[in-house]
């Protein structure tokens, strides 16, 4: 593999929109957020970004299952099969470097 040990650790969206929050803004006009003109909804007393928004349904379907389950689209529409995370990994070594 890569070398290095990579681990996960699901955390509540909540604690992941603090640490988002954290970090330092980058500016950027290629965003949903910036060719949309959502300057931060407010939904539940507090600003959230669009993507805060969009990440906590995501956070949410994913807690429900519903990324679950696999199927062949991608070969389907590509016409071969996709790499697995190690093939990817082998193939592209010199990026982890």
Known sequence: MIGKEVTYQQVPIEQFAEIYRGRP???SQS???????????????SAKTFLM???????IDHSNGIFA???NYIAEIGGRQPMTVEEF??????AFV
């Open 89 to 94: 990994v082998n193939k592209n070594r010199q």
């Open 69 to 71: 389950g696999t199927n």
């Open 25 to 27: 803004k980058r500016p």
């Open 31 to 45: 965003t949903a957020m910036a060719m949309c003109g959502d300057k931060g909804a407010v939904t539940d007393g």
């Open 53 to 59: 928004q969009h990440l906590h349904g995501v956070a």
